[in-house]
Nanobody, 128 residues
Framework: QVQLVESGGGLVQAGGSLRLSCAAS????????MGWFRQAPGEEREFVAA????????TYPDSVKGRFTISRDNAKNTVYLQMNSLKPEDTAVYYCAADYRPTIPSGVRMVAEAYDYWGQGTHVSVSS
């Protein structure tokens, strides 16, 4: 059974930092590209970052580029999202997701529909 469990959310002041973690179980972790998405109240789910199964490729939208960094540790079956210079508009529930891509180890995708498994989410709140 595939499980993704996020942790590390919380309340932080604008300009602060948080590091989210997502631990995966029930999968051959390196066969999956991993992504982070977020959803604010009343908004659609938004892509935040993705890293390839091999870890050699990442992608970000302009809204977080230069502030957020995604990384993964395949030995620990864990993906991370380091968030710096946080802004109130970063407030949302953050979800990690797994995209099965065993034959494309350097592939990353930004659309939620491509992802096969999702965690329950962790809440991030940034105060001004």
């Amino acid at each position: 059974q595939v499980q993704l469990v996020e942790s590390g959310g919380g309340l932080v002041q604008a300009g602060g930092s948080l590091r989210l973690s997502c631990a995966a179980s029930g999968v051959t972790f390196s066969n999956y590209a991993m992504g982070w998405f977020r959803q604010a109240p009343g908004e659609e789910r938004e892509f935040v970052a993705a890293v390839s199964g091999s870890g050699d490729r990442t992608t970000y939208p302009d809204s977080v580029k230069g502030r957020f960094t995604i990384s993964r540790d395949n030995a620990k079956n864990t993906v991370y999202l380091q968030m710096n210079s946080l802004k109130p508009e970063d407030t949302a529930v953050y979800y990690c997701a797994a995209d099965y891509r065993p034959t494309i180890p350097s592939g990353v995708r930004m659309v939620a529909e491509a992802y096969d498994y999702w965690g329950q989410g962790t809440h991030v709140s940034v105060s001004s």
